[in-house]
């Protein structure tokens, strides 16, 4: 099994460009999410899908957009982006039993500067 | 939003030193906590710990929570090189939403 995989790996971006951030995942697992981590403020959420077919808000959403392709893929856009947007993005999933073991697997991340 | 705040932020020590890793939460909805390892690139991940005073141990690692002071500890014995990373723990709130904290950025002097 590859795990959770993500491309880009790196990306540079101009101001107000757009970009889609992909994600795929071969463990069968209903959970997929977004997070950024920027220095000193440790990993934010900025989307989670609990199932295919639906998405919610994490903590960080604005500037973002999201897409639950299907069970394997869940994909970020940036359609206008802006410098307070550099980060490094992982993806990650899970699956969620219900009685407290929902260990989350992250992909590598991808390295953005939007310049 | 419940806030996980982790302490030390940054740790430098001698290799073979035992150190002690600091995770405090809060509580709205708890359901689990979670430690990883990150090194270059993605968190892996070390404990979960659901249950108060049960120790999770991996070789020279090991956690345990206690749910009425609301914190988990992450230990290291004897430690090397290779454990310099940062040390990050998340809550596990309600419905899937993993809260992290700040991270430990820990580092092994030879």
């Known amino acids: 099994n590859a795990g959770v995989t993500q491309t880009p790996k790196f990306q540079v971006l101009k101001t107000g460009q757009s970009m889609t951030l992909q994600c795929a995942q071969d463990?069968?697992?209903?959970?997929m999410y977004w997070y950024r981590q920027d220095p000193g403020m440790g990993l934010r959420l900025i989307y989670y899908?609990?199932?295919?077919?639906?998405?919610d808000k994490g903590e960080v959403p604005n500037g973002y957009n999201v897409s639950r392709l299907n069970k394997r893929e869940f994909s970020l856009r940036l359609e206008s982006a802006a410098p307070s947007q550099t980060s490094v993005y992982f993806c990650?999933?899970?699956?969620?039993?219900?009685?407290?073991?929902?260990?989350?697997?992250f992909g590598p991340g991808t390295r953005l500067t939007v310049l | 939003e419940d806030k996980v705040v982790q302490s030390p932020l940054s740790l430098v020590v001698h290799e073979g030193d035992t150190v002690t890793l600091n995770c405090s939460y809060e509580?709205?909805?708890?359901?689990?906590l979670l430690w990883y390892k990150q090194e270059k690139k993605a968190p892996t991940f070390l404990f979960m710990l659901?249950?108060?005073?049960i120790e999770k141990k991996s070789g020279r690692l090991s956690s345990i929570l206690d749910k009425k002071e609301l914190f988990s500890i992450l230990n290291i014995t004897a430690t090397q090189t290779g454990d310099s990373a940062v040390y990050l723990c998340?809550?596990?709130?309600?419905?899937?939403?993993?809260?992290f904290g700040q991270g430990t950025r820990l580092t092994i002097n030879p």
């Open positions: 659901t249950s108060s005073g």
């Open positions: 509580v709205t909805n708890f359901r689990s």
């Open positions: 463990m069968n697992h209903n959970s």
């Open positions: 990650a999933s899970s699956f969620p039993s219900g009685g407290g073991t929902d260990t989350q697997y």
């Open positions: 998340a809550e596990i709130q309600g419905a899937q939403k993993l809260v």
């Open positions: 899908s609990a199932s295919e077919g639906t998405t």
